[in-house]
Structure formats: C-alpha cells, structure tokens
C-alpha cells in the first residue's frame, strides 16, 4: 500500500501492462497504446518533424515493446522511462539511418495523384521531366511502384508494407535501393 502513496498511479498501470505483455496478453497492448499513443506520436514528431515519420516510429516503439518486455525490470526504472526511451531510439534510427529525402527536391506531378491510382498511372501522371522518367523506367517495376507509393502518394513504409503485403524490412530496403540508383542515374 505504502507503494502506491509514492508510485503514481498511471505509472503502476503501464508497469502491470508490460508486465502483463511479457506474459502474452495482447489487450495489455491496447491498454499502454490508450494510454500513449498520442503522446508518443508528439514526442516522435518533435524529433522527426513530419507527422508520418512520427507515426511509424511509434507503430515501430509498440512492436518493438510488445517484443521485449520480458526485459523490462522495474527496479532499473520506470515503465514510462522505457517505453519512451524505445520509441527515442527508433526515431533516431530513422533520422540516421534512412537518411530520407524531402519529397519536394523531386518534380513529381502536374495532377495530384490520388489514393486509389495503382503505381504506373501515377507514374503517367508525372511531369514532363524526362529524366527523371527515364531514370524511374529502368527500375524494376514493383521497385518503382514502391517508390512512386511513397514519394507521390506519401505513403510512410508501413503503409506500403500492409498495402503489398511485404514485409517492412523489404520495403525500406527496396526504397534506399531504389532512391541510389535514382541518384545515380539522375547525376
């Protein structure tokens, strides 16, 4: 009883959560998302400074928490600590090691295109800018798809992974890949 006098409340709970996690119970998830999500996509977007960079950091941060919290120990401190300590790791990750680029340095579009293009529409809606044309032809076609889902339509990389159904690592892989040899072709 003495614990809870000093503990704050909200810090008890995401700690039975997690401990709650570690044993398999998925809706403990739930519970700490409810309680965190969009504080943590506040955090990540200070850091990230673009909204759907946050919001994959923090898709990344309950993945990686539901993962590990078999190694969450209380006495090295508290649950809040570590779940926002995950989710600053992943932000850096992304900002050092994807090194992403602006999506407008590149001409993409005379019309917008929408949601519901499939990857080579979008690609006829492009704008007369041959080279770029040219560049984006000798990818292999769903490489260039890819790319053309995340830099014309914005879609972030777990978007296009749940939309293709691939997994993310192959997605982000593809996306540096691809954006090399664009440069290089472009240079």
């Not at 119970?25 to 965190?36: P, T, V, W």
Request: charged content about 30%; glycine content about 6%.
């Amino acid at each position: 009883m003495a614990m809870n006098a000093v503990v704050p409340p909200k810090a008890t709970d995401i700690e039975t959560a997690l401990r709650d996690c570690a044993s398999g119970d998925k809706l403990a998830l739930k519970r700490i998302y409810d309680a965190e999500a969009a504080r943590m996509i506040g955090v990540a977007q200070r850091l990230l400074k673009r909204r759907a960079l946050a919001e994959e950091a923090v898709q990344d941060a309950f993945v990686l928490i539901w993962r590990h919290a078999t190694r969450f120990d209380p006495q090295r401190g508290a649950g809040l600590t570590w779940i926002y300590a995950i989710l600053r790791n992943r932000s850096l990750s992304i900002l050092r090691d994807e090194k992403r680029t602006e999506t407008t340095d590149m001409p993409v579009a005379e019309e917008t295109a929408s949601e519901e293009d499939d990857p080579e529409t979008v690609m006829s809606k492009l704008s007369d800018a041959k080279a770029l044309r040219a560049c984006l032809e000798t990818l292999p076609p769903q490489r260039r798809g890819i790319v053309l889902l995340a830099f014309v339509q914005g879609l972030t990389h777990g978007e296009i992974a749940g939309r293709l159904k691939m997994p993310i690592g192959t997605v982000k892989s593809w996306i540096r890949r691809s954006l090399i040899s664009l440069k290089e072709c472009l240079g």
